[in-house]
Nanobody, 117 residues
Framework: QVQLVESGGGLVQPGGSVRLSCAAS????????MGWYRQAPGKQRELVAL???????TFADSVKGRFTISRDNAKNTVYLQMNSLQPEDTAVYYC???????????WGQGTQVTVSS
């Protein structure tokens, strides 16, 4: 019933830009903090960006100044705008929804972003 559907991943050249989208259903979207995580092969999944229900944002140091997270509560969608992409950004990117007032914690299926020339 709860679904996080991601889109926008693909192949991009170094220095390029990609915007990821995550559309949520089955939850009261405006009650959840939304986050983007990424995981490269052989590496641990890490937090990339987080946006709270009040639109406070947090970014990993490695992406600060290059990435932007935003949410559209009317569309139940969270976005990750990725600029100045580097090969080190290559990973599977996952959407996450977390209800701070409870135990709900949901994940999308992940979308591949490959930065290569």
């Amino acid at each position: 019933q709860v679904q996080l559907v991601e889109s926008g991943g693909g192949l991009v050249q170094p220095g390029g830009s990609v915007r990821l989208s995550c559309a949520a259903s089955g939850i009261l979207f405006n009650r959840y903090a939304m986050g983007w995580y990424r995981q490269a092969p052989g590496k641990q999944r890490e937090l990339v960006a987080l946006i709270t229900k009040l639109r406070t944002t947090t970014f990993a140091d490695s992406v600060k100044g290059r990435f932007t997270i935003s949410r559209d509560n009317a569309k139940n969608t969270v976005y990750l705008q990725m600029n100045s992409l580097q090969p080190e950004d290559t990973a599977v990117y996952y959407c996450n929804a977390r209800w701070v007032g409870g135990t709900d914690n949901y994940w999308g299926q992940g979308t591949q972003v490959t930065v290569s020339s």
